[in-house]
């Protein structure tokens, strides 16, 4: 079964740095998953599925020398599995919190990114979602009306 995680949620880490999941995901998680320090400042959550697909993918890649041998490395040490309580929580550990500017006891955005959960520092996330909806320009056309009138004078 392919899980595609959705929606953003408002949620609080306590002082001990433990996370509630909504409702919605913890039993499509069942009782552990991964956590991942993001480059990008975020920590993210995924299924043990999703994960396991993930580093085969990685481990391909090194194998065909498309990636060096460090970057198996680089995905493990940014990685942890953890357990999800009775309570649908998990701990983020000093390490990973600090990653993500989150501290214990504050507020934290999860996003949805479909394949993985992310945690967000609410001013982090403000920002990439400012980030998000700077999109191209549209195009603007500038139509000569001379064109036609010389497409049809070219085609008499």
């Not at 959550?45 to 680089?74: M, Q």
């Not at 993500?100 to 934290?108: D, E, Y």
């Not at 980030?131 to 139509?143: M, Y």
């Amino acid at each position: 079964m392919r899980i595609v995680f959705v929606g953003a949620y408002d949620r609080s880490v306590d002082g001990n740095g433990r996370l509630a999941l909504p409702a919605t995901f913890r039993t499509l998680l069942g009782d552990r998953c991964y956590v991942t320090t993001d480059p990008d400042g975020f920590v993210a959550i995924t299924t043990v599925e999703n994960f396991e697909a993930e580093a085969d993918n990685l481990l391909d890649e090194v194998r065909n020398g498309l990636k060096p041998e460090s970057a198996l490395r680089g995905f493990g040490v940014n990685s942890s599995i953890v357990s999800i309580d009775k309570q649908g929580r998990i701990t983020l550990d000093e390490t990973t919190r600090a990653h993500g500017g989150i501290r214990a006891g504050t507020s934290v955005v999860l996003a949805g990114a479909i394949k993985q959960l992310e945690v967000w520092r609410p001013s982090r996330y403000t920002t990439v979602r400012g980030e998000d909806a700077v999109v191209q320009p549209s195009r603007v056309w500038v139509d000569d009306d001379d064109d036609e009138s010389a497409a049809g004078g070219a085609a008499q």
